[in-house]
């Protein structure tokens, strides 16, 4: 926004900044214009050096008390370090004297942003979309998307992305925002829709292929998926992330081969990431080629030390080595890292139960239910535990308040009904063997998987024989 400075190279630039830095050394008196003064905050900004940014903003204001452009960047200064009240009357202040100026009108709608004000945020970005230039509306229409976005109107927001889209020559980030905006929404059909229309009129844009791929995924149509992932890899078959998107597709049909294969391709374009080494030992752990998966996994540890999943992959490889008490320590890391992980807690809290450490467990099982009662194994590991234990009726406590959480779950009712057999308590455990097959009849499998010996009990034959579906009637 406002104006902008063309300068031939990075070179000029970088002797600017020779200049200014001698001046500092040398205590000199040189002069630098206001538009030095901005290429110089933002040469620093991009070097990441903070300290230098703000010198120079300092200076600047110093000798150019009066510049707006240069207490705009002030206002902004005063924002990111969480001066809200201050950086606003700044700006209307600055307003004043320049009321149709874009650069404040955004930095304004930027503050209130940060301040969680959205709709004040919009109301400023749609002052500024009456006077922007031409070449800067797409910018704006983004940046009312994103206050929608924050605001959860997700339908809203994807009018302005749309608006932006029309108008942009890359619209690469705009097609991943869409796409985000409809997985917000949890409306997978309508961004398959939106892509597939998208692809039609665009075919030869990757982005479109990709986000499509995406959206399969989310609906589980893995071969859809890996379809239009090879539309983005014959645009540009340097595509790295379709490659990985691709493999994983492959992997979630169990087609762990086919994934190694795509995920060793990418070693062609770029070296492996710590996530890739990590799903190479992953498909190798499903495989259950242990060594291989282990030296992928502690490959990815190397690469990136904060890497929960792969402390997590060595934990379960260790596992099932035997090894109880390296396979502890690897998913205490991996929780260490990721302590909002319920699939971590429940595998470390099946290692406590093993080394009956049934303390540590019940930690984890409640840490489960705070962050996530709705994690569909949750319920029955945490009464296991429990009927292990020979404490039958804790059990039962506990599968009743996963029902209350998940009602609709039948292995959830599957499991109480074994567990208010063991505390002898049939007449129950009937009634809710009824419901649950009328909810799920397939799934009463799982009464004799828990309990075979429960094939002997003439009642719980005779309800499953009377609920039987008739198209399942020898």
């Known amino acids: ?56 903003l300092s200076i600047g204001l110093e000798v150019h008390p009066d510049n707006n452009r240069l207490r705009i960047i002030s206002a902004r200064q005063m924002a990111s370090e969480g001066k809200y009240v201050n950086a606003l009357n700044l700006l209307n202040e600055i307003e004043t004297k320049e009321p149709a100026d874009v650069d404040i009108l955004m930095t304004k709608g930027s503050v209130y942003s940060m301040m969680l004000d959205f709709s004040k945020a919009v109301q400023e970005y749609e002052k500024a979309l009456v006077i922007v230039d031409e070449d800067e509306v797409e910018e704006i229409y983004s940046s009312i998307a994103y206050e929608y976005e924050n605001m959860g109107a997700y339908d809203t927001a994807l009018i302005y992305l749309n608006k932006a889209l029309e108008i942009s020559e890359n619209p690469e980030q705009i097609l991943f925002e869409i796409g985000l905006c409809y997985e917000l929404a949890s409306n997978f059909d309508g961004e398959i829709e939106f892509f597939l229309h998208y692809v039609d009129k665009n075919p030869g844009i990757a982005a479109g292929w990709f986000n499509l791929g995406l959206s399969y995924n989310h609906l589980e149509l893995y071969e859809k998926a890996i379809d239009a992932f090879e539309y983005v890899i014959a645009i540009d078959e340097t595509n790295v992330p379709a490659y990985i998107n691709m493999a994983q597709a492959w992997s979630s049909l ?18 492996f990431e710590a996530m890739t ?13 242990y060594e291989k ?40 890391k991996a929780i260490g890292f990721d302590d909002l992980n319920t699939e971590f807690k429940l595998i470390a809290a099946d290692l406590y139960i093993k080394t009956k450490r049934y ?79 009328e909810l799920d009849f397939d799934q009463h499998h799982e009464l004799f998987e828990f309990m075979p010996s429960i094939k002997y009990n003439p009642k719980v034959i005779e309800l499953i024989t009377q609920y039987k579906p008739a198209d399942k009637v020898e």
Not at 277 to 289: A, T
């Open 254 to 271: 169990g087609q762990y081969q086919k994934a190694l294969e795509l995920y060793h391709e990418t070693a062609v374009y770029e070296p």
């Open 359 to 437: 303390d540590k467990a019940k930690e984890q099982f409640q840490r489960i239910e705070e962050l996530d009662p709705q994690d569909p194994d949750l319920w029955k590991e945490y009464a296991y535990m429990y009927i292990i234990e020979g404490e039958t009726e804790k059990a039962v406590q506990v599968l009743k308040t996963g029902l209350i959480h998940q009602p609709r779950n039948a292995s959830i009712i599957y499991r109480l009904v074994s567990a208010l057999i063991l505390n002898k308590n049939l007449s129950q455990a009937y009634f809710y063997l009824e419901s649950a097959l």
């Open 277 to 289: 080494l990590y799903f190479i030992g992953e498909c190798h752990e499903k495989l259950q080629d």
């Open 293 to 332: 998966a282990m030296d992928f996994y502690q490959q990815a540890v190397i690469s990136d030390e904060m890497l929960p999943d792969a402390w997590a992959g060595l934990s379960v490889i260790y596992d099932e080595q035997g090894d109880t008490a390296m396979s502890i320590y690897h998913i205490e």
């Open 1 to 56: 926004m406002g104006e902008e400075f063309q300068w031939d190279d990075d070179y000029q630039v970088e002797g600017l900044a020779e200049r200014f830095e001698q001046m500092l050394r040398q205590h000199d008196d040189i002069y630098f214009d206001s538009e030095e003064f901005e290429l110089l905050i933002e040469f620093y900004h991009n070097q990441l050096n903070n300290e230098k940014a703000l010198l120079a």
